[in-house]
Structure formats: structure tokens, C-alpha cells
């Protein structure tokens, strides 16, 4: 499993006595006040697609992977292409920039079990005759699948 801080920092959430990550909390504070606090790297050809050899080369470990994809606007590692320029923090200020308060939350039980959709899909089937986009939901559609064998929520 991926030993990432982001994923760590999430606060968990009951529902029917199981305990599930809340994938949706704001684990990181950015703040932009003009100054850089690290460095900008090129990405060459030996770290394409590679954020954790990135992060074990820059800082000796790679569980700093997705913040530096987060930082960088990389929402997909595979879009990481030779000569793509990358903002590189430092420790400090990831460890500013971490919400760490969000660990160590009560966790909040979800009480009411009828409205989440377990093991659904997820928006209705568009019919024929519709006219509407196929990614479109309707009034009653949820956008969320509770997988309760990994122990998590997907939006």
C-alpha cells in the first residue's frame, strides 16, 4: 500500500460501524504569499511517470509523491513527461502545508444509511430518447460509491 501522508492525514468517518477515509477533506493549506519555498526541477527521461522515484531522489523517501503531484497540478502520474518542469518543496514546507489536525478528528458516525448508495453505479443510464449528456445526472442521482472491502469512499 502506498504510504502517503495525504491519505494518512484523512479523517475517517463510521458508517454501519465500519470506519472509511473521507477522501473529500482539504488535507492541505496552501498558502500564496508570493514566496517559493523549494526548488524547480526538469523532469528527465529516467522519471517520466515517476513522482515516487522523484520524491525518494529528492528527499530519501518516497511517500512525498502526491504532494508533489498536488503542487504541480498532476492529478495523473502518467502525465508526468520528460522536460515537464516541477515545483520541488522543501520538508518544511510540506510539513507547514499539511493539515495534520485532521488525524487526530473524532470520527463522525453517519447515522442515516438509507440515502448512500452502496455497491451502485453510479447516475442513471441515459435512454434513447433523452436529451441530455451522458455524463448529466438526474435529480436522485448520487456521485459517490461506498467500497466497503478497501475501507473507502469514491466521489
Same mark, same amino acid.
Not at 500500500?1 to 492525514?9: A, Q, R, S, V
Not at 529528492?58 to 497540478?73: P, Q, S, T, V
Not at 444509511?113 to 436529451?131: C, D, F, L, P, V
Given at each position: 500500500?502506498? #504510504?502517503?501522508? @495525504?491519505?494518512?492525514?484523512k479523517p475517517s468517518i463510521e458508517i454501519d460501524n465500519e470506519?472509511?477515509?473521507?477522501?473529500?477533506?482539504?488535507t492541505l493549506n496552501f498558502v500564496d504569499d508570493g514566496t517559493y519555498r523549494g526548488k524547480f526541477i526538469q523532469v528527465n527521461e529516467y522519471y517520466i511517470a515517476r513522482p515516487d522515484l522523484i520524491s525518494l531522489a529528492?528527499?530519501?523517501?518516497?511517500?512525498?509523491? #502526491?504532494? @508533489?503531484?498536488?503542487?504541480?497540478?498532476i492529478s495523473n502520474p502518467f502525465e508526468l513527461n520528460e522536460k515537464t518542469v516541477l515545483f520541488i518543496p522543501t520538508l518544511e514546507y510540506i510539513n507547514f502545508i499539511? #493539515?495534520?489536525?485532521?488525524?487526530?478528528?473524532? !470520527?463522525?458516525?453517519?447515522?442515516? !444509511?438509507?440515502?448512500?448508495?452502496?455497491?451502485?453505479?453510479?447516475?442513471?443510464?441515459?435512454?434513447?430518447?433523452?436529451?441530455?449528456?451522458?455524463?448529466?445526472q438526474l435529480v436522485g442521482d448520487t456521485n459517490y460509491i461506498i467500497d466497503k472491502s478497501l475501507g473507502v469512499v469514491f466521489y
Open positions: 500500500m502506498l #504510504d502517503y501522508d @495525504i491519505l494518512k492525514n470506519n472509511v477515509k473521507d477522501l473529500l477533506y482539504k529528492m528527499y530519501g523517501e518516497d511517500k512525498y509523491a #502526491d504532494i @508533489i503531484c498536488k503542487l504541480n497540478g499539511i #493539515d495534520k489536525k485532521s488525524s487526530n478528528k473524532n !470520527t463522525n458516525k453517519i447515522e442515516d !444509511t438509507n440515502s448512500i448508495a452502496i455497491n451502485r453505479k453510479i447516475g442513471a443510464q441515459k435512454q434513447k430518447n433523452e436529451k441530455r449528456s451522458p455524463s448529466q
